[in-house]
């Protein structure tokens, strides 16, 4: 394929609401080796076609014309990533394209004891371990595994192969394991990891989702306040560290300085406030010109410095400062995790197209990009299920272990 010449930020694309196109997740398999109940609590799957699925090189070289139009953070999902063979391979070659500014790596930990070292001798700079409960017999439950003592091992064997910017994301259900939250930010001291709580989303493939098993940001904030003490909200343009170097930095300078100190802090909104929703509080044009855009969790200090993540997508969504998009391994590109459809970018390639026109096709769709579902879904008089399940045997790819979480 032809050279496209670099795109520099400033002249980054932005869509009709002016949220540039920053962050790609690339998912690299739609199998998983467990079968967790939010996501594939059915017993039979649409697999996709392993002829269609996207080569580590076809993988790169999308990625390339990407981050020509200014995506310079990628994350590799799945299904569970780590079961595509050599992943190491890939991220490798991703790790040799300059204007990738963050690798990351979203797994269940299953398979990463094995794997971590090679992952991180590859280039992998940021990892995040998906764990929604500490109690084997709910892991059991949940996941229809037992195997809660193998993610255990590979978060070890990740700190011990060098990976220091962890995350543990824990996706939180009323009435199953919402009464973890304080033993998961314990866990997450113990381990190194900063802890990202999530709010149970109706995506797809979630079709047991309930409103009622929704356990919100304002609960979370009021169960660490009750357990902690006073929560404090960090400002989002502080520069992102691990837990530990979060709690050790506020060692050296004083828990009362890392925590009262203007710049980096603001009171966090009491129960049952909206705080954010509208992209207003939390997010503004960046001075560079690339538009508006956030991470997806509200970061906050618990009163020793340690800090953890909520990410609200149900309750109080970031569709208005969202930069990110995903690629399914069989190259199909969607534009919000709540669209039905997507641009076929495998077909584009394999059929011969440069990357010039393959990265002009990207640029008008992303500037056509009006996606909010979230919002869109929050407003809604009668909120069930995004897909039902004959849905899904239908599309695979509205499947969350097929689009990425």
Not at 24 to 37: E, F
Not at 103 to 130: D, F, K, P, Y
Request: net charge positive; charged share 30%; with cysteine.
């Amino acid at each position: 394929m032809l050279p496209i010449p670099k795109i520099e930020s400033a002249t980054a694309i932005l869509d009709a609401f002016a949220r540039p196109l920053r962050s790609l997740r690339i998912s690299v398999t739609d199998r998983c080796n467990l079968r967790c109940q939010y996501c594939m609590p059915e017993k039979d799957y649409i697999w996709l076609d392993r002829r269609e699925i996207l080569s580590f090189e076809e993988i790169a070289e999308l990625t390339a014309v990407f981050t020509r139009l200014g995506v310079d953070k990628i994350r590799l999902t799945g299904g569970e990533p780590l079961l595509r063979q050599n992943l190491d391979h890939l991220v490798r070659m991703l790790a040799r394209n300059p204007q990738i500014h963050d690798l990351a790596l979203t797994t269940n930990g299953m398979l990463l004891a094995q794997q971590a070292r090679a992952l991180r001798e590859a280039g992998l700079a940021r990892l995040t371990v998906s764990l929604d409960t500490l109690r084997p017999e709910r892991f059991r439950a949940l996941t229809q595994r037992d195997a809660l003592d193998q993610v255990r091992d590979g978060l070890r064997a990740a700190h011990a192969a060098g990976l220091t910017r962890r995350k543990i994301n824990s996706l939180s259900i009323r009435d199953f394991n919402h009464d973890e939250i304080s033993d998961l930010i314990e866990f997450g001291r113990e381990t190194g990891s900063e802890v990202r709580f999530i709010e149970y989303m109706d995506v797809g493939g979630a079709t047991r989702w309930t409103a009622d098993k929704v356990f919100p940001r304002a609960a979370i904030l009021e169960t660490l306040k009750q357990r902690y003490g006073p929560v404090q909200a960090l400002d989002d343009l502080a520069p992102e560290k691990s837990s530990s170097e979060q709690k050790s930095s506020s060692e050296k300078t004083g828990v009362g300085d890392a925590i009262n100190a203007r710049s980096r802090a603001r009171q966090a909104p009491p129960e049952g406030a909206h705080n954010g929703g509208d992209g207003t509080e939390h997010a503004g044009r960046s001075s560079n010109g690339r538009g508006t855009a956030k991470a997806p969790a509200d970061r906050y200090l618990l009163p020793d410095g340690t800090a953890f993540g909520i990410i609200s997508s149900t309750t109080q969504p970031f569709c208005r400062t969202c930069d990110r998009a995903r690629l399914t391994p069989d190259g199909v590109w969607l534009l919000c995790l709540y669209a039905k459809e997507g641009l076929d970018l495998k077909r584009l390639l394999r059929g011969g197209a440069s990357s010039e026109q393959i990265a002009r096709t990207i640029a008008e769709a992303w500037r056509a990009r009006i996606d909010r579902g979230a919002e869109e879904r929050l407003h809604m008089a009668s909120r069930g299920v995004l897909f039902q399940i004959e849905d899904l045997r239908r599309d695979p790819h509205r499947e969350m272990h097929t689009r990425g979480g």
